[in-house]
């Protein structure tokens, strides 16, 4: 008697994610005014910096999102004043932005649902 096959079904696998993180970015899309630059740079913030306070936007970071995401620098920043008009981020005093706490619910609410949806996709894959 041979073990069991413990690999996954790739193609299984890779359908199952599709289908969990499809609907999610969808929805991010139209939050973002369907603006792919604008969710793309916001999705760097959070996948880099959650919560944590941002240089303004004349500092590096707008550089630093430039070379992560390949949008041109100038738009990095007319995008970051976009996000922060949005309710996404604000600034302090000394212009440092942070993600807002309404920013902050929502990140952690899409992330919450991606991965609830990633679990159940592969728990469909292993059964």
């Known amino acids: 008697m041979s073990p069991p096959d413990s ?7 890779s359908q ?3 289908e969990a993180s499809v609907p999610l970015l969808r929805e991010f899309y139209r939050l973002m005014q369907h603006d792919l630059a604008l969710a793309l740079l916001l999705g760097e913030l959070g996948r880099t910096n959650a919560g944590q306070r941002l240089p303004s936007p004349n500092h590096n970071q ?3 999102l430039s070379l992560a995401t390949g949008i041109p620098r100038p738009t990095v920043r007319r995008k970051l004043v976009k996000l922060k008009r949005m309710g996404w981020l604000e600034a302090d005093k000394s212009g440092r932005l942070t ?9 952690a609410d899409i992330n919450r649902r991606f991965w609830a949806r990633a679990r159940q996709a592969l ?3 292993e059964s």
């Open 123 to 125: 728990a469909r894959v």
């Open 16 to 18: 199952q994610l599709s």
């Open 7 to 13: 690999r996954l079904d790739l193609a299984s696998l």
């Open 99 to 107: 993600l807002t706490p309404w920013g902050r619910e929502q990140w």
């Open 62 to 64: 707008s550089h630093d």
